[in-house]
C-alpha cells in the first residue's frame, strides 16, 4: 500500500473517533426533548437586555454559549476536517498529469 494512503486512513480514523466522543459527551437533553415546535426568543431591540449577563458572560440561552461551550468538542473535529478536505481539494486540483506523448 502506498504511505499516503495508510497516512490518511490513520488521521481519518483518529478524527472519526475524536469526532464519536465528541458527540457522545455533548449534553443533547436540552435540546431534543421537544418533539413540536417552539417559539424561538428573538433579541430585543433596546439597548437595555444583551447576550451578556451583569458579570459579562455570556447568558446560557444565547447562539454563542450554546455553539462553543455545549458544542464544542463535537465543532472542532468538524472544523479540522473541513479545512483537510479544503487543503485537500486545491492539492488534488493542483496535481500535474503525467502523459506520455511519445506517440
Known sequence: MNKKVVIGAAVSV???AVLCVGIATTEWDDHVTNDQPHEVPVFPTDDGDSIWDENGELKEESLGY???EKYGLALIPLAVLMF???VGG???AKEEVE????N
Open 14 to 16: 483518529i478524527l472519526l
Open 66 to 68: 450554546t455553539i462553543f
Open 84 to 86: 483537510g478536505a479544503m
Open 90 to 92: 486545491v492539492c488534488i
Open 99 to 102: 502523459k506520455d506523448d511519445s
